[in-house]
Structure formats: structure tokens, C-alpha cells
């Protein structure tokens, strides 16, 4: 069982060979900072300017949540289980009432060609602050 990083805008751990190769010998993979520390599901004027150069792209990805009437947070799940379907989700909560939207996530489900296109949408977005240890 490994432990790796991954969510819609940081796929490059949870898409690569390595990891196809370790599920195909029959390892299980958890994916965990599915949220980015929070990041992703903040109010976009609430995010530090030192993060200003990925707001964009979030404020794009809640936008496109809403157009397909569901919540960031669904959004972001849906999204690595699509790329990573084996992986078990490693998910983080401040109340129950996250947990209660967390449960109702599992019945959810989006069109696949939708999620394939956010998928890509958000891969062009290559930036090393979708990684914590970079925020300064």
C-alpha cells in the first residue's frame, strides 16, 4: 500500500506508469491532498496573493462545478476517481456536515465525457504551487 499526493490540478504521480505498473503487480494505492490544503474549495477572494497566479484556473474549475450543478468538492472527487479508479481516497473533514456531503458524493456521478474534459482542462495548468511545500 502507497501513499502518494494527487488531485485535478497536480496528475502527474496519479497518472504515471509507475503507478499503473505497482496497481498491475497488485499494490493499492491511496491518493490523499484531493483539496490542495483547502485550497480548492476556498472562496477564490480569500486566497492569499502569493497563490495569485493559479487563481484563474480555480475560479475557472468552480465555475465549471456549477455549470454542472454539483459542488468543487464532488467535483474534485469525481475527477481523480476517474483518473485513478482503483485508488482508495484519503479525505480530510472539519465537521460532520462534510462528511454527510462526502457520503452523498458516492451516489453522484457526471457525465464521463464531462470529467474527461476538466480533466484536461485543468492538466494545462502545470504550476509547482499546486504543491504546498512551494507556498512561501
Same mark, same amino acid.
Given at each position: 500500500?502507497?501513499?502518494?499526493?494527487?488531485?485535478?490540478?497536480?496528475? %502527474?504521480?496519479?497518472?504515471?506508469?509507475?503507478?499503473?505498473?505497482?496497481?498491475?503487480?497488485?499494490?493499492?494505492?491511496?491518493?490523499?491532498?484531493?483539496?490542495?490544503?483547502?485550497?480548492?474549495?476556498?472562496?477564490?477572494?480569500?486566497?492569499?496573493?502569493?497563490?495569485?497566479?493559479?487563481?484563474?484556473?480555480?475560479?475557472?474549475?468552480?465555475?465549471?462545478?456549477?455549470?454542472?450543478? /454539483?459542488? %468543487?468538492?464532488?467535483?474534485?472527487?469525481?475527477?481523480?476517481?476517474?483518473?485513478?479508479?482503483?485508488?482508495?481516497?484519503?479525505?480530510?473533514?472539519?465537521?460532520?456536515?462534510?462528511?454527510?456531503?462526502?457520503?452523498? /458524493?458516492?451516489?453522484? %456521478?457526471?457525465?464521463? %465525457?464531462?470529467?474527461?474534459?476538466?480533466?484536461?482542462?485543468?492538466?494545462?495548468?502545470?504550476?509547482?504551487?499546486?504543491?504546498?511545500?512551494?507556498?512561501?
Amino acid at each position: 500500500i502507497i501513499q502518494v499526493p494527487g488531485n485535478i490540478f497536480n496528475q %502527474s504521480i496519479i497518472k504515471s506508469d509507475e503507478i499503473n505498473n505497482f496497481l498491475n503487480k497488485g499494490g493499492q494505492v491511496q491518493v490523499r491532498s484531493l483539496f490542495i490544503q483547502g485550497l480548492l474549495l476556498m472562496n477564490i477572494d480569500e486566497i492569499p496573493y502569493y497563490l495569485d497566479e493559479i487563481k484563474n484556473p480555480l475560479h475557472q474549475f468552480h465555475n465549471l462545478a456549477k455549470e454542472l450543478n /454539483t459542488s %468543487s468538492y464532488e467535483l474534485a472527487i469525481l475527477c481523480v476517481k476517474n483518473i485513478i479508479p482503483q485508488a482508495k481516497l484519503v479525505l480530510g473533514f472539519d465537521n460532520i456536515n462534510q462528511l454527510s456531503i462526502l457520503n452523498s /458524493t458516492n451516489n453522484r %456521478s457526471i457525465n464521463n %465525457s464531462d470529467l474527461k474534459e476538466i480533466i484536461n482542462f485543468a492538466k494545462k495548468y502545470n504550476n509547482k504551487l499546486w504543491d504546498p511545500r512551494h507556498w512561501h
